[in-house]
């Protein structure tokens, strides 16, 4: 089941509950339909990974290392100024076209490529895929670890790997554009989260259409019925005891739950 269906299966249940509850409990339905709303909203938060990843740029899979390696490609091509390809390039068009060719769109200029990203503290916390400006914000390199750099120097030069010639007194800044590491594993699709999952868990039964108000009610307040408990073991309880569901998924559902159950849910 994708987020889609899963939040149109949410909507259906509008129109369940008041035909269960009648129009005496007009209110009570419509606080739990736009729970359940919300419940979905914050799953569909758990398993989205498109867009940009934080303040950093990309969707999160191509990482520092990424850039590091991809840089490298260019070494031995002359510099060029206003350069950006193979046949000729200068220190802001490495960047641009190492990012573009790993899918990642960054502006073209030193003045503006300082600006993107997250800011790096210091030199002892670079990482590979970073980028040191310096000379004022005249020169710019990929850092590649190990007090290492790639750039292209300037006119009669090529692009080459070497050794960070400043020190933290004479950088700018260091930017880190995209994630350093790769991420810890996504979150599981709903889909997939419900394969591992009994077919009356409240879960399975809120997203099928099929739940009750009072089993919608227990799936946000735990099977064990302490409305305060968001444990991981009441979570994997709710899924139908579930053991393929990844760790990290069922603290983002927890954390999803508590704070509905924050937010008035009865």
Same mark, same amino acid.
């Given at each position: 089941?994708?987020?889609?269906?899963?939040?149109?299966?949410?909507?259906?249940i509008?129109?369940?509950?008041?035909?269960?509850?009648?129009?005496?409990?007009?209110?009570?339905?419509?606080?739990?339909?736009?729970?359940?709303?919300?419940?979905?909203?914050?799953?569909?938060?758990?398993?989205?990974?498109?867009?940009?990843?934080?303040?950093?740029?990309?969707?999160?899979?191509?990482t520092?290392?990424?850039?590091?390696?991809?840089?490298?490609?260019?070494?031995?091509?002359?510099?060029?100024?206003?350069?950006?390809?193979?046949?000729?390039i200068?220190?802001?068009?490495?960047?641009?076209?190492?990012?573009?060719?790993?899918?990642?769109?960054?502006?073209?200029?030193?003045?503006?490529?300082?600006?993107?990203?997250?800011?790096v503290?210091?030199?002892?916390?670079?990482?590979?895929?970073?980028?040191?400006?310096?000379?004022?914000?005249?020169h710019?390199?990929?850092?590649?670890?190990?007090?290492?750099?790639?750039?292209?120097?300037?006119?009669?030069?090529?692009?080459?790997?070497?050794?960070?010639?400043?020190?933290?007194?004479?950088?700018?800044?260091?930017?880190?554009?995209?994630?350093?590491?790769?991420?810890a594993?996504?979150?599981?699709? =709903?889909? $997939? @989260? *419900?394969? %591992?999952? !009994? /077919?009356s #868990?409240? =879960?399975? $039964? @809120? *997203?099928s %259409?099929? !739940? /009750?108000? #009072?089993?919608?009610? $227990? @799936? *946000?307040? %735990?099977? !064990?019925?302490? #409305?305060?408990?968001? $444990? @991981?073991?009441?979570?994997? !309880?709710?899924?139908?005891?579930?053991?393929?569901?990844?760790?990290?998924?069922?603290?983002?559902?927890?954390?999803?739950?508590?704070?509905?159950?924050?937010?008035?849910?009865?």
């Amino acid at each position: 089941m994708s987020v889609g269906e899963a939040m149109a299966s949410v909507q259906a249940i509008q129109t369940r509950i008041a035909e269960l509850t009648g129009a005496a409990a007009t209110t009570s339905s419509s606080a739990a339909t736009g729970s359940a709303t919300l419940f979905a909203d914050a799953l569909a938060g758990t398993t989205s990974t498109s867009g940009t990843f934080g303040s950093l740029l990309g969707d999160g899979t191509v990482t520092g290392q990424d850039v590091a390696t991809a840089a490298q490609k260019y070494v031995g091509v002359p510099y060029v100024l206003g350069g950006t390809t193979s046949s000729g390039i200068d220190c802001s068009g490495l960047v641009q076209r190492t990012f573009a060719d790993l899918g990642v769109d960054v502006p073209r200029l030193v003045h503006e490529q300082a600006t993107v990203g997250t800011e790096v503290p210091s030199l002892a916390e670079a990482k590979p895929g970073d980028l040191i400006v310096m000379n004022g914000g005249d020169h710019i390199a990929i850092y590649l670890g190990n007090n290492t750099v790639i750039h292209a120097p300037y006119e009669g030069r090529n692009v080459s790997v070497q050794k960070l010639w400043v020190g933290d007194d004479q950088i700018d800044t260091i930017r880190r554009v995209v994630p350093s590491e790769a991420p810890a594993p996504a979150a599981a699709s =709903l889909s $997939s @989260l *419900l394969s %591992g999952a !009994s /077919s009356s #868990s409240p =879960l399975a $039964s @809120l *997203l099928s %259409g099929t !739940s /009750s108000p #009072s089993s919608f009610s $227990s @799936l *946000l307040s %735990g099977s !064990s019925g302490s #409305s305060g408990d968001s $444990s @991981l073991s009441s979570l994997t !309880s709710l899924l139908g005891g579930a053991s393929g569901v990844n760790p990290s998924t069922l603290q983002q559902l927890a954390a999803a739950r508590s704070a509905l159950l924050s937010g008035s849910v009865s």
